[in-house]
C-alpha cells in the first residue's frame, strides 16, 4: 500500500441550475479511521464524492487526495478504490473474471485478485456468473474491485445496500480492519442508524453545508443514536 493520504475538502461548491447541491463544504478525512459521510437524500453527499474524483468540476473550493487534486495523482487506481454506485458487472462473467479484467487494467498483480475475493468473502462464488450474484454478493464484489489497487484511500456511497444484518458485521470488521491498516475509510450513507455502527467518525451534511464533523462518540451517547443527534442539530426534534 501506498503512504497514508488524508483527504481535505475546503469551501467546495457546487450549483446545477437553480440548485445548490453542495455550499462552502469545509471537512477533513483523516487515515487511520472510518468515516461516515452523512446525510438525507439530495444532502449532496454523492455531489461532493463526485467532485473529491474528478467526476464533477466545483464552482468553487477544493478537494484534495493526499495534497493532490484526483486529476494530478499519479497513480489514482493504486490511490483510491471507489463504489460509487451499483456497477454493471458482464452478466454472463463470473466475478473472478470480472476482476482479472479489471487487475489487467490497473496493471495489479495477478494475486490480488484472489486477495480481493478472500477479502470481501465471495472466493465460494468466484466462478459462477455475477449475472446470478444476489445484491449483497455484487456489494461485495463492487468492493473487490475498488481493492484490488491496494489503495491508501476508499471511498464508499451506500455500501450497506442489500446487506442483511450479518453483512452489515461483516463489513464493519472488514472496514475497521483496512483503517487499522493506515487507510482513510470514508463511506456515505443516508441511512444514520446503519452507518452509525461502521464509523469511528462522522461529517454530516444537511442541504448541501456541513452540518456538525466530528468523532461520533462526541455526538451520541449509549441512549441517543446519530438519528437524534442530527434531528436535535436541523431543530427538527419534537
Ligand atoms: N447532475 C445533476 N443535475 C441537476 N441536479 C443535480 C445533479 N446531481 C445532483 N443534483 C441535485 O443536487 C442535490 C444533491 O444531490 P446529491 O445526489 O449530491 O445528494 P445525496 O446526498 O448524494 O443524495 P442521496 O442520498 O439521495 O444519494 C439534489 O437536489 C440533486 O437533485
Known amino acids: ?7 481535505e475538502i475546503r469551501g467546495l461548491t457546487k450549483r446545477f441550475g437553480p440548485v445548490e447541491a453542495v455550499t462552502g463544504l469545509t471537512f477533513d478525512v483523516e487515515p487511520g479511521r472510518v468515516t461516515g459521510f452523512l446525510g438525507p437524500n439530495g444532502s449532496g453527499k454523492t455531489t461532493t464524492l463526485r467532485m473529491l474524483l474528478g467526476l464533477v468540476a466545483p464552482d468553487a473550493g477544493t478537494a484534495r487526495i493526499g495534497g493532490s487534486d484526483y486529476r494530478d495523482l499519479a497513480a489514482p487506481a493504486h490511490t483510491v478504490g471507489a463504489v460509487l454506485e451499483a456497477s454493471n458487472f458482464h452478466p454472463a462473467r463470473t466475478g ?3 476482476l482479472r479484467v479489471y487487475a489487467d487494467m ?3 498483480p495477478a494475486a490480488r485478485v484472489a486477495d480481493a475475493l478472500a477479502l470481501t468473502g465471495i472466493a465460494h462464488a468466484a466462478d459462477r456468473r455475477a449475472g446470478g450474484y444476489s445484491t449483497g454478493m455484487r456489494q461485495r464484489l463492487n468492493l473487490a474491485t475498488a481493492l484490488l489497487g491496494d489503495p491508501p484511500v476508499l471511498i464508499l456511497d451506500e455500501p450497506t445496500n442489500g446487506l442483511d444484518p450479518e453483512g452489515i458485521a461483516w463489513l464493519r470488521r472488514l472496514l475497521r480492519d483496512l483503517a487499522a491498516e493506515g487507510r482513510t475509510v470514508l463511506v456515505a450513507s443516508h441511512v444514520l442508524a446503519e452507518a452509525e455502527q461502521l464509523v469511528d467518525d462522522v461529517v454530516v451534511m444537511h442541504r448541501g453545508r456541513l452540518l456538525t464533523a466530528g468523532p461520533l462518540s462526541e455526538l451520541t451517547t449509549d441512549a441517543t443514536g446519530l438519528e437524534q443527534a442530527f434531528l436535535r442539530l436541523t431543530g427538527a426534534a419534537a
Open 106 to 108: 490497473l496493471g495489479a
Open 96 to 98: 473472478r473474471d470480472h
Open 1 to 7: 500500500m501506498r503512504p497514508p493520504h488524508r483527504l
